[in-house]
């Protein structure tokens, strides 16, 4: 059965969502977010597509664009087909790693680009991965926030107001807003934490070192754990190689509301 043919947006403008095939990571570290990002940039220049907002999570990536001189679908088969031959010649692979049909919905209207807009800047926060939207170092809310580089921000912040000032204390307060926002189903989406924001948030509980971890009582640092079992994306062997910590203690101790404990 051929495939059904995208909808074509009136406005132009597309929630676009890659993600790796099979669920498969797609950055390793930071120098693969750097690359794709700079690979956004370099396409940009050629094709001109308009970009409001990016997200880079493990394993998928979130985009706002608008298509210009050419259809979008072209522009993300570039930009697509460029970082996978630069990773695949790092990493010493070859063939696919983006899933083949990329998803993306249509953005009609100012209130659900808007939408939009706050649901790609707040999936590391939703995600578990981050704790503030602003601190989020893989979205592109710094450029909203600070210097511009490859994102067109004035499409975004003119929506709030005509005065820029009070524009952006606008922005700012819908970027924060807590939600139930519904944007294109991603449910496929399997968020898996690198094994350095654990330590981050172990650090953020006031445990210095995996070293101070395994030296604490034994209720305190079963609270500990119980509180990283809530991130989205941690598993009990990725707990267990962090904190030196006995898979099988791992396994048994209850998440939240249960103080910890191992039953």
């Known amino acids: 059965m051929p495939r059904r043919a995208r909808r074509k947006s009136s406005s132009g403008i597309y929630h676009v969502i890659l993600r790796g095939i099979n669920r498969q990571t797609i950055f390793e570290d930071a120098e693969d977010k750097k690359r794709f990002v700079k690979t956004l940039k ?11 907002s990016y997200c880079l999570m493990n394993n998928h990536i ?12 072209d522009t993300i088969k570039r930009i697509s087909s460029s970082y996978v031959y630069w990773y695949n010649m790092k990493y010493d692979r070859c063939g696919h790693l983006f899933q083949a ?5 249509c953005v009609e209207d100012s209130a659900y680009f808007l939408t939009v807009l706050r649901y790609i800047h707040q999936n590391p926060v939703k995600a578990g991965i981050e704790k503030d939207v602003f601190e989020c170092e893989w979205t592109s809310m710094g ?21 820029r000032e009070e524009s952006m204390k606008l922005f700012i307060e819908h970027m924060k807003q807590s939600n139930d926002d519904q944007c294109m ?3 496929y989406v399997n968020v898996r934490v690198d094994d350095h924001v654990v330590r ?10 995996v070293s101070s971890l395994q030296q604490m009582d034994r209720v305190d640092r079963n609270a500990v754990l119980a509180e990283l079992k809530e991130l989205e994306g941690v598993t009990n062997g990725q ?25």
């Open 42 to 52: 370099k396409y940009k220049d050629i094709c001109h597509f308009k970009l409001y």
């Open 62 to 73: 979130h985009l706002l664009l608008k298509e210009m001189e050419e259809p979008i679908s």
């Open 101 to 105: 049909r990329y998803k993306s919905e």
């Open 143 to 163: 450029e909203y926030l600070h210097e511009t580089n490859i994102v067109d921000v004035d499409k975004a912040i003119g929506f709030y107001s005509v005065n």
């Open 185 to 187: 189903d991603d449910s």
């Open 200 to 209: 981050k948030y172990l650090s953020e509980l006031g445990v210095k070192n």
């Open 239 to 263: 707990l267990s190689r962090v904190s030196g910590i006995s898979k099988s203690v791992i396994q048994r101790i209850r998440r939240s509301g249960s103080g910890g404990q191992v039953p």
